[in-house]
């Protein structure tokens, strides 16, 4: 598994777009990069993933560089229910969890 | 949509005693996982188990520790003599496959030693 570097808090206005970034320069050509949130002590919960191309569902989009070596979680218009610890993670196999970046959304 | 369930939510016992957490996965999923966050801390895997066998496990998860698939819906962990240091929420994770797709994760259940 790829090591990711995620910066340890970031801020966010209610309503504008947060951008979350993860560096992870090691990953290999079968590792797909994955985004979970964890809200309080509840269970992780899944985002989104991506191999190369960039993806969008109802909750994020994940822009993932033409090298690989690092992506950006973005969630569009942040609300105050989105305040968790966001986790980057590069794997092909295992999910392991580092420590995140904790989002604050602040009205 | 589908859910993992945990049971019990939150667990008191006293140090030595045995202990089991309960986990329904989600039906079709073949994959099961159970993961521990010590308070403050990150979210640490424990053990994986595919075809009734476990397939991965982590430093952590030693002889004190077993898994079981007994029927075709629960997964339970078993601490065998619980230690004051076992406090933590353990949250049970099943897949259908493990990659590409995600893993979906219970509510966890919050084991406190005493």
């Known amino acids: 598994d790829a090591k990711t570097t995620q910066p340890p808090s970031m801020d966010c206005a209610e309503g504008r777009a947060a951008n979350l970034p993860c560096n992870h320069s090691?990953?290999?050509?079968?590792?797909?990069v994955y985004w979970y949130r964890q809200i309080h002590s509840q269970g992780p919960q899944y985002i989104i993933h991506?191999?190369?191309n960039n993806e969008t569902n109802e909750m994020a989009s994940l822009i993932i560089t033409e090298d690989r070596k690092s992506s950006t979680l973005i969630l569009p218009h942040a609300t105050l229910r989105d305040t968790a610890v966001y986790y980057c993670?590069?794997?092909?196999?295992?999910?392991?969890f580092g420590t995140g970046t904790s989002l604050t959304v602040i009205p | 949509e589908p859910e993992v369930t945990q049971t019990p939510s939150h667990q008191v016992t006293q140090m030595g005693q045995e202990v089991i957490l309960r986990c329904v996965p989600i039906?079709?999923?073949?994959?099961f996982y159970w993961y521990r966050q010590i308070l403050g801390q990150k979210v640490e895997f424990l053990v994986s188990?595919?075809?009734?066998?476990?397939?991965?496990k982590s430093e952590i998860f030693d002889d004190q520790f077993s898994v079981e698939r007994p029927d075709g819906s629960n997964f339970t962990l078993k601490i065998r003599s619980t230690k004051l240091e076992d406090s933590a929420m353990y949250f049970c994770?099943?897949?259908?496959?493990?990659?590409?797709?995600?893993?979906?994760f219970g509510s966890g259940t919050r084991l406190t030693v005493v």
């Open positions: 994770a099943s897949s259908v496959i493990r990659v590409p797709y995600g893993y979906t």
């Open positions: 090691t990953i290999s050509g079968n590792e797909y």
């Open positions: 991506g191999l190369k």
């Open positions: 993670i590069a794997t092909g196999n295992q999910f392991y």
């Open positions: 039906s079709n999923h073949l994959y």
């Open positions: 188990f595919y075809n009734n066998e476990i397939s991965e």
